[in-house]
Every structure is written in structure tokens, then in C-alpha cells.
């Protein structure tokens, strides 16, 4: 077998109406992301397991999807590709929670085909999370893919380029100035080696809980990054990034007709629907839904606390 096919495949059956796209979207940075894209409608997904390096190809067929693994980490990816393509999202109970406002409940309607994924893994997320603090997007995008670039590991499979996260134990021994001509102060930089000298333990989080508590006890991350991991690691439907730029405007737009809001109107406005006030926030996301701008524009986020 070459590292062009794969080592194993697997078939899941999504319920009627899912859209792989759009499950799995939090997954990629951008469409040039060095580690996840989608290309030709199948989506692609390079990591790191214990049994060794690994992507996953998720691709429509029929009404189902084949989940297709390759490399040394290809049975642990395909063991746990249904969560990753947002199989395992439990939606119990939202329906009644939606029906509580008409724009949520609408929309709900509407996107009952995205669902929300779950890696299982900490590190990677939480590097993109942590360049994503107090910049635009576009910067933090920067430094993401300069710093995997650094790094450079291709991954298995027939898709090329395609990189491999970086190790944890290689960013937490890699020194400040290394990170400096992606753009990234010292701040940052510091943060992110403090949590990948630290990621073994993370990844033995059992739960979202446990993980937000261990994430927050690092210096330089704070509820918006922890908020912001645990939503894609453990597909948490209630996790809110206090602390965006923008989130608080555009709850407060949708759900009370008000241009303006901050973290606590932002949160009474969720509080009906906890269990899945992450969920909705995703929701007003996807259906494109943005307070009105008064003023300079300002830049696309994050620009978020950390």
C-alpha cells in the first residue's frame, strides 16, 4: 500500500440534510490552511495520534460519508471520524429551547444540517486560538500558518502540501525570536509555549469543564481562548467566547434588536437557551447575521481579550 491510499476506511450515515461543509468549517482557518481544507467537496484533515502521524478524508457518497484514514494514526482518526464530522452533536432539547425566539428558531430550521464537530484534541486548537488573541484575522492567520510552515511536517496522504500540526514539545522548546517575524510578540509567544509545555495534561482533559479550568490556570489564557478550544476539542454547544469584539453586537442585533451590546447583555440574551447558547451563537454565524457598523469599520476579528 502506498501513502496514497488509504489505510483504512470507514462508512457513517449522517441523518437527512447534513452538510459536511459547513460541520466542519471551524476546522479550517481559512480555504489555505495548511492542516484542514476542503478540496473537490472532500474534506481534509491532517494531525498528530499516539500510534503517530495521520489525515482523515471525509467525502460524500451517496447519502452517506466515507471517512478514509492515512498514515501510522489512520484507525485512531477513522475510530473517531463520525465525531469530528459532527456525528456525535447532541441536539436534545434545542428544538424546544429554539422555539422560545423566532429568529433562533428559524434558523434552526434552516441550518438543521450543520453540526458542531469534535477532535479530541487540545493542542492544535489552542495554538490557533492563542495567535487569534487581541489581532485581526488576518494576522493571526499569518502567524498560524507561518508557524506550521516552520515546522514544516507533510502529512499523509494524497493531498499536497498538506502539514501536520506541530509537536507541543517542539513549540515549548522553541524560543521567542523564532516567532517574532510571524508577527507574534512576546506575549503570545510566551503564552503558547507555557500551554504546549503543559499539552500532555490538556489532552487528558476529561470534559470541557476540566479542560476550561486547566486552560485558564495558564498565564495569558483566559475565558475567550478556552471558550474557543473547548467548542471544537469537545464539540460544546454551550461554550460563549466572552470577550470577542463582535459576538456581543451581534447577539444583542439578533435577539433584541439592539445595535450595541457587551458581554453581560450578551449573556442575559443567551441565558434561555443554556445547554446551547455556543449553538446559537453559531447559528447567527452561519446565517451571516452582523450588528449594524457605525463608524470606521473595524477590522474582521478577533480582536478578543484571550
Keep these: 500500500m502506498t501513502d496514497t491510499e488509504p489505510a483504512a476506511t470507514r462508512v457513517l450515515h449522517p441523518p437527512a440534510g447534513y452538510r459536511l461543509a459547513a460541520s466542519v468549517r471551524g476546522l479550517t482557518f481559512s480555504p489555505y490552511d495548511p492542516c484542514a481544507r476542503v478540496a473537490a467537496g472532500t474534506f481534509w484533515w491532517a494531525t498528530r495520534t499516539p500510534d503517530g502521524p495521520a489525515t482523515l478524508a471525509l467525502r460524500p457518497a451517496g447519502g ?10 489512520a484507525e485512531h482518526v477513522l475510530a473517531r471520524a463520525d465525531a469530528i464530522a459532527g456525528l456525535r452533536d447532541d441536539l436534545t432539547g434545542f428544538a424546544e429551547l429554539a422555539a422560545a425566539h423566532p429568529l433562533v428558531a428559524r434558523l434552526a430550521r434552516e441550518h438543521r444540517g450543520l453540526r458542531m464537530p469534535a477532535t479530541g484534541q ?3 486548537r489552542l495554538l490557533r486560538a492563542v495567535f487569534e488573541q487581541k489581532v485581526t484575522g488576518k494576522e493571526a492567520y ?3 500558518a507561518a508557524t506550521v510552515r516552520h515546522f514544516r511536517e507533510p502529512a499523509p496522504g494524497p493531498l499536497q502540501p498538506l502539514l501536520l500540526p506541530p509537536e507541543a514539545t517542539a513549540v515549548a522548546a522553541t524560543p521567542y525570536w523564532v516567532f517574532h517575524p510571524f508577527g507574534v510578540e512576546q506575549r503570545r ?8 509545555a503543559l499539552a500532555d ?3 487528558r482533559c476529561a470534559d470541557a469543564a476540566e479542560a476550561t479550568r486547566r486552560l485558564t490556570a495558564i498565564a495569558g489564557i483566559g475565558p475567550w481562548t478556552a471558550a474557543e478550544v473547548v467548542r471544537i476539542v469537545y464539540g460544546d454547544a454551550d461554550a460563549v467566547s466572552v470577550g470577542d469584539y463582535h459576538i456581543p453586537n451581534t447577539v444583542a442585533w439578533a435577539l433584541a434588536g439592539e445595535a450595541r451590546g457587551d458581554d453581560a447583555r450578551m449573556l442575559a440574551l443567551l441565558e434561555p437557551f443554556r445547554g446551547h447558547r455556543g449553538r446559537v451563537c453559531l447559528l447567527l454565524e452561519a446565517a451571516g447575521i452582523q450588528a449594524p457598523k457605525y463608524g470606521p469599520r473595524a477590522p474582521i ?3 478578543a481579550r484571550y
Excluded: K, N
Design 301 to 303: 476579528r478577533s480582536f
Design 64 to 73: 452517506d460519508l466515507l471517512a478514509e484514514g492515512y498514515g501510522p494514526g
Design 189 to 196: 509567544a510566551d503564552t503558547l509555549r507555557r500551554a504546549a
Design 142 to 144: 499569518r502567524a498560524y
Design 201 to 203: 495534561r490538556l489532552e
Design 122 to 124: 487540545v493542542f492544535p
